[in-house]
């Protein structure tokens, strides 16, 4: 049974940093994407990054490029959000997700088979 655990939900002050990892079981991720999605209240899931290991390819939602980094660890099984100069707007539910093969487009929340309970972050102004 593949299982998504996300840590690393806090809150923090406009400007400050948070670190989320995502540990997979089950199964290893090693062609297909890993990513994060996010839901603030009374709002849609949306995409905010994903990490293709075979190339280590890294895509971003344009409000998150440069503040952000997604990585993985050299075992395929954790995936890890750097989240840097948060902002209030950044407050949000924060998923974990995995296709179990690799299809696009990345951003779609149709095309991942597996998700995690999610960890919230919350940005204090």
């Known amino acids: 049974q593949v299982q998504l655990v996300e840590s690393g939900g806090g809150l923090v002050q406009a400007g400050g940093s948070l670190r989320l990892s995502c540990a997979a079981s089950?199964?290893?991720?090693?062609?297909?994407?890993m990513s994060w999605f996010r839901q603030a209240p009374g709002k849609e899931r949306e995409f905010v990054a994903a990490?293709?290991?075979?190339?280590?390819?890294?895509y971003y939602t344009d409000s998150v490029k440069g503040r952000f980094i997604i990585s993985r660890d050299n075992t395929k099984t954790t995936v890890y959000l750097q989240m840097n100069s948060l902002k209030p707007e950044d407050t949000a539910v924060y998923y974990c997700a995995a296709q179990a093969f690799k299809r696009l487009p990345l951003t779609s929340i149709s095309e991942y088979d597996y998700w995690g309970r999610g960890t919230q972050v919350t940005v204090s102004s």
């Open positions: 990490h293709v290991w075979s190339g280590g390819i890294a």
């Open positions: 089950g199964r290893t991720f090693s062609s297909s994407a």
